[in-house]
């Protein structure tokens, strides 16, 4: 396994979480299939997902000698945070702050992505050692929220999670998001059992990170989030 320096830079320089919901495990582990095929290489398969910690085993025994990083969603609890290492998780990923997992995560040395808020949430989480926030959801905020955390919090590192799209993630980076975490704009087609569609979906989302980020080491800043 990869250290948890490791697995944030990677996080970091891809930009973007691929959030996998599903009825069932094998359909859990189609469209992860479908997300690394389109180039989405870090993924975060729910707790919500039925036998979770078996989709995650075998993603993480398909792709261990590849840079796909798996991690577990959807955990509230330090028992379920433990049980999804275990399973081989790489990171965690929680709907808020609880201070337990942050505090198991910290013993193992796996990043921990909790939901925040408000700049209490976010300040409490930075205290708890959080490396990247999970802004959640980010439907209710508008993109100028994270400028706006970023005030009194300038070395705070936000994920918006939730109103994240295909056809604006581009924007909310440009706002300061550090990465992006994508669930049913990218997998909705997976309920019509096109999965194919999520390939080219996740292709898209990869084209346009990749736009985003060559703009910016030309020192390119024209995108418009208002």
């Not at 910690?53 to 261990?64: M, P, Q």
């Not at 379920?80 to 399973?87: D, E, K, Y």
């Not at 990218?186 to 703009?215: A, H, P, Q, T, W």
Request: net charge neutral; glycine share 8%.
């Amino acid at each position: 396994m990869a250290t948890k320096e490791a697995i944030l830079k990677e996080i970091i320089a891809k930009k973007v979480v691929a959030i996998i919901r599903a009825e069932t495990s094998q359909e859990a582990f189609d469209i992860s299939e479908a997300c690394i095929e389109g180039g989405v290489s870090i993924i975060e398969v729910t707790f919500t997902v039925p036998q979770a910690t078996r989709v995650i085993e075998r993603l993480v025994d398909k792709y261990k000698d590849s840079n796909i990083v798996i991690g577990a969603g959807s955990v509230l609890d330090s028992e379920t945070a433990r049980i999804a290492m275990l399973s081989g998780a790489e990171f965690i990923v929680s709907p808020y702050l609880n201070d337990e997992t942050a505090r198991i995560c910290n013993r193992y040395r796996i990043p921990y992505m909790p939901g925040v808020m408000t700049i209490k949430e976010s300040l409490q989480a930075l205290e708890q050692g959080v490396d990247i926030l999970k802004l959640f959801p980010g439907e209710a905020f508008e993109m100028s929220t994270i400028k706006s955390i970023k005030g009194p919090l300038p070395q705070a590192q936000l994920m918006p999670t939730g109103g994240v799209t295909v056809d604006n993630v581009e924007q909310w980076l440009e706002a300061g998001a550090v990465a992006v975490g994508l669930g049913s704009s990218l997998i909705k087609s997976s309920k019509k059992g096109d999965y194919s569609e999520i390939v080219n979906r996740s292709r898209e989302l990869c084209e346009k990170i990749k736009k985003f980020k060559d703009m910016k080491s030309n020192g390119i800043n024209h995108i418009s989030i208002y």
